[in-house]
């Protein structure tokens, strides 16, 4: 009788679309920054006073300035035997740019959710907006200096987040723990995607 061989799935494509999505001023423009190995693109505006009663900066009085489309960086690292290049878009934090949000997710793998234990409720419209679209995605806990510290399983009951999903916490200024992120999430949408994680 044959042996069974361990199973392989395809190889990763060379070029992988990711979103970061979350809050706003949660950390999206500092993790694509922190990360990537090209100069970012940013498309950053200052806050004005036309933003007063629109913007909540409540948790978040020392932001000066907002993405209004997107931010984008790259960042290339091996991952299971190949080079794995990812192509990071950041999304718009504010509701009323969440309609740049379908034309950022389409071709995209997965997406990451960035979380600010201060604004936990900041990033339920991002997880049920993957969810909805069936979108792999991991949850990460951007840990703000000063801010209440509370374990992976505490924020996971506070979000009400499926086992299924993975949680993390990270600091979106520190370019390994961003790298990790996006690790956990490759790994995670592959498991998503063709049902278990690649033999190495």
């Not at 979103?19 to 498309?43: D, N, Q, Y």
């Not at 949680?167 to 996006?182: H, M």
Request: hydrophobic share 40%; proline share 6%; net charge negative.
């Amino acid at each position: 009788m044959r042996s069974e061989l361990p199973r392989r799935h395809p190889a990763l494509p060379p070029a992988i679309k990711i979103l970061i999505a979350g809050g706003f001023g949660v950390g999206k423009t500092t993790l694509v920054g922190s990360v990537s190995e090209i100069t970012p693109l940013r498309t950053e505006e200052m806050l004005t006073d036309r933003g007063i009663g629109v913007d909540d900066l409540e948790g978040v009085e020392d932001k000066r300035d907002t993405t209004v489309a997107m931010d984008f960086g790259r960042i290339t690292f091996p991952f299971r035997g190949q080079n794995c290049r990812l192509y990071l878009f950041g999304t718009p934090g504010q509701e009323r740019f969440w309609f740049l949000w379908d034309e950022l997710a389409l071709g995209s793998v997965g997406a990451v959710v960035l979380a600010d234990t201060r604004r936990l409720a900041d990033c339920f419209p991002a997880i049920d907006y993957f969810e909805r679209r069936e979108t792999p995605f991991v949850v990460a806990v951007n840990c703000f200096e000063g801010a209440r510290r509370f374990s992976a399983e505490e924020i996971r009951d506070g979000l009400a987040l499926p086992e299924a999903v993975p949680l993390t916490l990270c600091d979106a200024r520190e370019r390994q723990s961003s790298k990790q992120v996006l690790i956990r999430l490759v790994e995670h949408a592959t498991r998503v995607k063709f049902g278990a994680v690649p033999v190495s």
